[in-house]
């Protein structure tokens, strides 16, 4: 069963910094492709960047592209988000997710009946 787990949220001040872990089980890394989300009340959950199996090429949305950086490390069944000069515009809940159809961080898809979702871990940045 695909186990998926994010966690590493808090409040920081904009300009700051967060690193969010997901961690994984049930699954190989070189099987899905990962990819992490974000979700604020009254909007539709956003795909925020995500890595294709076995550490292939990896998806940023553009508001976070120089900003936020993804990582997968096999040996610890975990997948990262690490944001920098955060801002007051990313506070989200943010969710991980994995996903077994072909190509579905490099196209965008959205999640198949072969993805799961995480728990999400709430952002916030205050201003």
């Known amino acids: 069963e695909v186990q998926l787990q994010a966690f590493g949220g808090g409040l920081v001040q904009a300009g700051g910094s967060l690193r969010l872990s997901c961690a994984a089980s049930?699954?190989?890394?070189?099987?899905?492709?990962i990819g992490w989300f974000r979700q604020v009340p009254g909007k539709e959950r956003e795909r925020v960047s995500c890595?294709?199996?076995?550490?292939?090429?990896?998806y940023y949305e553009d508001s976070v592209k120089g900003r936020f950086t993804i990582s997968s490390d096999n040996a610890k069944n975990a997948v990262y988000l690490e944001m920098n000069t955060l801002k007051s515009e990313d506070t989200a809940v943010y969710y991980c997710?994995?996903?077994?159809?072909?190509?579905?961080?490099?196209?965008?898809?959205?999640?198949?009946?072969?993805?799961?979702w995480g728990q999400g871990t709430l952002v916030t940045v205050s201003s």
């Open positions: 890595i294709s199996r076995g550490g292939g090429p990896t």
């Open positions: 049930g699954f190989s890394f070189d099987d899905y492709d």
């Open positions: 997710a994995a996903d077994q159809a072909i190509f579905w961080c490099s196209r965008g898809l959205p999640l198949s009946p072969r993805g799961s």
